[in-house]
């Protein structure tokens, strides 16, 4: 499952404060979009912390494009892209600050799709705004592109859809679809216009946790 | 140069990823550290200007001269930490209280070392292990620039007492375990504690050997045990963060359960009180160890007419120490204060609440410090619970001072208590 799967996890476990949101979840994505659906609460976006490596996982091991996460974690995470339902990122840097990092921790450069996706974000005239003076969908569109950076194997997005305007949820759409020919990608969302017209498969996370409990999509 | 310009010169730059390997890294390093720094800058500043009472209490303190005596004292303690004259376990002692008082000043600056919630951002990027440690070990340093100033200073001091280089070689290996000893409790790594103890044990040895072969080799041993610790914790991959998720015992899930069905005000209170350890231990060990040295203090003065000013001084002392929870408590809801607002609570339901809560913290103090005045029959018990009840009164009117007194609440809360103090004593006088 490991070495041929985009993406794929096995055993992986989670708990927060000693309680358990979830264990022995295993799952193998393929290249293409995907789309993770779940009830609030029940482990969608710790799942995505999970594979990123933003978080330990209690148990569990977690391949990025064949290359194991906890085992050689440079190599894996140069494959990988997060975006986090709310920007982490500090409030004093500027937006080209965070595309600068991004691409220098990845050993890459910021090449014409990132550009493309600035433009479409209309970004240009926010890349010297710092974060805290930035609305939420500019941040969430700042984190967007920086995950463009590096044209990654597998992209992590949570609620990407979240605080974009319409013409740039379009425009994400689109630009999922593409990037879904060659990558692996796996969004949390709830919003089922968002996830048909990125043309995602559905994954109920309950159906992870409890592989007995499928649910039809 | 506009924001096009400079894109334009950035895509067609020289970009890290096409230099070498070492250079992209020494660049990363350079991003990284400069960010962490900032943050590191603005969030101890933020720590600063709301604790700056506590530094001009240090200062005032402090004898001598007003910060510089910090650093002689701090040097001072340092040096005769690792001076030869003293048993072992004297050694032993002092070597642990530097660990201590290292891993406490440490503390309060977790957050701003922690590089906020960004670092579970750059945890996802491809960050080489050697920049990490790099950043982390800068940080480390800027957090301990106090102490290494004292060190710098009690290195001069040993050297030209002894002109012997095994007394700082010793105060170098007394940091180090210092400072494993703070990473591991910045970190939870606490398989790496045992090591810096028995690594104490093994440098107060050293410091007493006669042969100067064994103090050198006792040095090395003790450099080396925190180092096999922080090397077993490192491969256990007990990673930052996985040492917090351990399953809460029934007991403590039971009461969990009670109050959160019967009292969930005090519920949040004490989670809100267990969530800053570091904040509760050291304001509550204080107040507690302040009215047991109050105790000693009357039983040096043979209870005499010292007793009740010394008592009603540490009644007054514990009252502005534990007066800070107030602002712990309301700091913690001030993210949730509009929604709250929302809620169909009666008015003053959470200062009332707070008080209350406060005041409990209060009772073992006041035990501490009127039960054996009571015992000895120097104070009736009537005296002693009108004494106990003003006390109460007292705290529960400092909240104001601490709550809306802003960066004037330590002044205006030392007057009040001043005001208190005076009045209780004439009146025990009588």
């Not at chain 1, 949101?21 to 912390?49: D, E, P, Q, W, Y």
């Not at chain 2, 010169?9 to 990823?17: A, D, L, M």
């Not at chain 2, 506590?54 to 930490?81: N, T, Y």
């Not at chain 2, 096999?228 to 991959?237: C, D, E, P, Q, Y």
Request: contains cysteine.
């Amino acid at each position: 499952m490991s070495s041929h799967s985009a993406l794929a996890c096995e055993g992986l476990g989670a708990s927060y404060e000693g309680y358990e949101i979830f264990r022995s979840l295993n799952c193998a994505l393929a290249t293409g979009v995907h789309a993770l659906r779940g009830t609030n609460g029940i482990g969608k976006s710790t799942l995505l912390r999970l594979l990123a490596g933003a978080q330990a996982a209690d148990a569990g091991r977690v391949w990025i494009d064949g290359i194991d996460l906890m085992q050689v974690p440079v190599q894996a995470k140069r494959r990988l892209s997060y975006v986090p339902d709310e920007s982490p990122i500090y409030p004093f840097m500027t937006g080209e600050e965070l595309l600068h990092f991004v691409s220098a921790a990845k050993c890459s450069r910021v090449d014409g799709a990132v550009d493309d996706l600035i433009g479409a974000f209309d970004l240009r005239r926010h890349l010297r705004t710092r974060f805290d003076a930035m609305s939420l969908g500019t941040r969430k569109k700042m984190m967007l592109c920086a995950a463009w950076i590096g044209a990654p194997r597998v992209l992590l997005l949570d609620e990407p859809g979240n605080g974009l305007d319409f013409a740039s949820r379009h425009h994400l759409v689109r630009r999922l679809r593409e990037l879904g020919r060659q990558s692996a990608i796996l969004f949390t969302a709830h919003d089922d216009e968002f996830v048909s017209a990125c043309g995602a498969e559905v994954i109920e996370m309950s159906s992870l946790i409890d592989p007995e409990r499928s649910v039809p999509t | 140069m506009g924001a096009d310009g400079w894109f334009r010169h950035w895509r067609t730059g020289n970009i890290s990823g096409y230099r070498g390997l070492s250079s992209a890294s020494r660049d990363m390093y350079r991003q990284l550290v400069r960010l962490r720094l900032r943050w590191y800058m603005r969030a101890s500043g933020n720590l600063v200007l709301k604790h700056w009472q506590w530094f001009v209490l240090a200062c005032a303190i402090v004898p001598g001269p007003p910060v510089v005596a910090i650093f002689r004292h701090a040097a001072s303690l340092l040096a005769a930490s690792v001076a030869p004259g003293m048993a072992p376990a004297q050694h032993f002692f002092m070597v642990t209280v530097i660990d201590v008082a290292l891993v406490l000043w440490i503390l309060p600056q977790r957050h701003a070392l922690s590089g906020g919630s960004f670092m579970h951002y750059a945890d996802t990027l491809p960050l080489q292990r050697g920049v990490r440690l790099g950043v982390e070990a800068t940080l480390l340093v800027a957090a301990n620039t106090v102490m290494l100033v004292s060190a710098g200073i009690a290195v001069a001091q040993i050297w030209s007492s002894f002109g012997d280089p095994y007394a700082p070689c010793c105060l170098l290996a007394l940091l180090g375990l210092a400072v494993s000893a703070q990473q591991a409790v910045l970190n939870h790594r606490w398989i790496v504690l045992p090591g810096v103890v028995l690594g104490n044990g093994v440098l107060a040895a050293g410091l007493t050997a006669q042969v100067a072969g064994a103090r050198w080799l006792l040095l090395v041993a003790a450099i080396a045990s925190a180092t096999i610790g922080m090397l077993v914790a490192v491969r256990s991959g007990r990673a930052r963060g996985t040492g917090r998720l351990r399953p809460r015992s029934d007991a403590v899930g039971s009461a969990v359960r009670i109050l959160a069905r019967h009292a969930p005000a005090l519920l949040a209170q004490c989670k809100t009180v267990a969530d800053r350890p570091a904040q509760t231990i050291l304001r509550f060990g204080t107040a507690t160890a302040l009215a047991f040295g109050a105790d000693r203090l009357m039983a040096i003065f043979q209870f005499d007419e010292r007793t009740f000013p010394t008592a009603i001084l540490a009644m007054a002392m514990v009252s502005l120490l534990l007066a800070g929870f107030y602002r712990m408590l309301r700091n913690a809801r001030s993210a949730m204060e509009s929604y709250l607002a929302a809620l169909p609570l009666p008015p003053n339901y959470w200062p009332i609440r707070d008080t209350k809560f406060v005041l409990l913290l209060n009772g073992l103090p006041l035990v501490i410090l009127l039960s054996p005045q009571i015992m000895r029959g120097l104070l009736s018990l009537l005296i002693a619970i009108a004494l106990a009840i003003t006390c109460q009164v007292l705290l529960a009117l400092l909240r104001w001072p601490v709550v809306y007194g802003g960066r004037r609440s330590l002044l205006y809360g030392v007057l009040l208590t001043a005001l208190w103090s005076g009045v209780a004593i004439a009146a025990v006088s009588r």
